[in-house]
């Protein structure tokens, strides 16, 4: 016999980009909702995009089987922002129709709640539709691990394990070939994961978007190692990191300056390094294969964690909530706190004093 539970049925989706440990949230969330307390469960596909579209299906024990280890999302996400206005939108509905329309399919679906898997963007939007009167649950997931309101999010550890291999990698062929080699990892507002993967792969230089790096500070130092016979160097970049001089730019001159002269900031960092320094310096983009794959055990047990306890939140009719990694427990928080915000590397993390305590330059 099931436990009593005041949610009967309920859709869940995973929305914004993907990340290792979706499916083994998914797995959690609905095995224990099944099993635990026999709800019945819808699965929307692509995000939010499913919710506008009606693109929905029952989800039963054979489709949670054999997921825990699965990379991706079995649901499908999108970057669907129903609240955002955008001309290149294909469906082409405005705001209030996007919204009317998941207000619409979450009727006539017959959902008590609504439990969103994403970022910062999902969960805001799941706070908005909260707003509209819609019941709905939040789970944190993103490699970035900028969420407010929780410690970690699944999905980080993993990214921090293939960001960390890369960076290995890369120290022997630098040191082969007496380089410099600039690698670029995701975190295009936060730095978490080039901070985490700069100190755990040793890297000679880590810049983060929170801190503006002076190139001439950057060159001398590796031209100080280079002094003292280390004749390669691993330089460890996040995706949004900048200049002293892009951050004097506005947004928009900022962004006209980066589309101008670099495909991307490992590219410009790197032309940055060879012009101060002259010495021979390459660029490697790590891109998507850091939201790829299998996740780690880590991930899979807060994955796991954090869905169990979304399906005790649906069970006891408590809605308006994140399940969030406190401490060293899962708990909740009020699903306001992560809305329009980014968790970002304060300035005075011990992990920030730490690198540069083993001589790592932050570029500043
Ligand atoms: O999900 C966050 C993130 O990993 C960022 O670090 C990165 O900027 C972004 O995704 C890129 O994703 P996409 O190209 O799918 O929008």
């Not at 980080?156 to 960076?167: K, P, Q, V």
């Not at 047990?301 to 408590?318: C, E, F, I, M």
């Not at 920030?352 to 083993?358: K, N, P, T």
């Amino acid at each position: 016999m099931a436990n009593y539970s005041v949610t009967k049925r309920f859709g869940i989706l995973t929305a914004g980009g993907d990340c290792p440990g979706l499916n083994a949230a998914i797995r959690g969330v609905c095995r224990a909702a099944q099993d635990r307390y026999g709800m019945q469960i819808v699965g929307i596909a692509n995000g939010f995009r499913g919710l506008i579209n009606e693109d929905a299906k029952e989800l039963h024990t054979e489709d949670l089987t054999g997921i825990l280890t699965l990379g991706g999302t079995i649901l499908g996400s999108s970057r669907e922002k129903p609240f955002a206005p955008t001309d290149k939108d294909d469906l082409a509905i405005e705001v209030s129709d996007k919204v009317s329309a998941i207000k619409e399919t979450y009727s006539k679906l017959g959902l008590d709640c609504l439990v969103v898997l994403g970022g910062n963007g999902t969960n805001t939007t799941g706070y908005k539709l909260s707003r509209e009167g819609l019941n709905v649950i939040g789970l944190p997931k993103t490699i970035d691990n900028d969420i407010v309101g929780t410690d970690r999010t699944f999905g980080f550890h993993s990214a921090l394990m293939i960001g960390t291999e890369a960076i290995d990698r890369l120290h022997s062929t630098a040191q082969s070939h007496s380089r410099v080699i600039v690698i670029e990892l995701m975190g295009h507002k936060a730095g978490w994961l080039g901070l985490h993967a700069g100190v755990a792969g040793g890297g000679d230089v880590i810049l983060l978007p929170e801190l503006p790096y002076d190139i001439r500070v950057i060159g001398n130092h590796l031209k100080k190692r280079a002094k003292s016979g280390k004749t390669f160097s691993v330089v460890v970049v996040a995706e949004g990191a900048m200049s002293t001089k892009e951050a004097d730019m506005d947004k928009k001159d900022r962004k006209k300056y980066r589309t101008e002269t670099a495909p991307s900031v490992a590219y410009r960092v790197a032309a940055e390094i060879q012009e101060e320094t002259g010495m021979e310096t390459r660029a490697t983009v790590l891109g998507y294969v850091q939201r790829g794959g299998i996740p780690s055990a880590s991930d899979r047990v807060l994955a796991t964690s954090l869905g169990t306890k979304a399906a005790d939140l649906l069970a006891q009719g408590q809605y308006g909530r994140m399940v969030a990694l406190l401490g060293n427990d899962i708990g909740s928080v009020d699903l306001s706190v992560p809305e329009g915000k980014v968790k970002n590397v304060p300035l005075d993390h011990y992990m920030i004093d730490s690198a540069r305590a083993v001589g790592t330059c932050m570029g500043d």
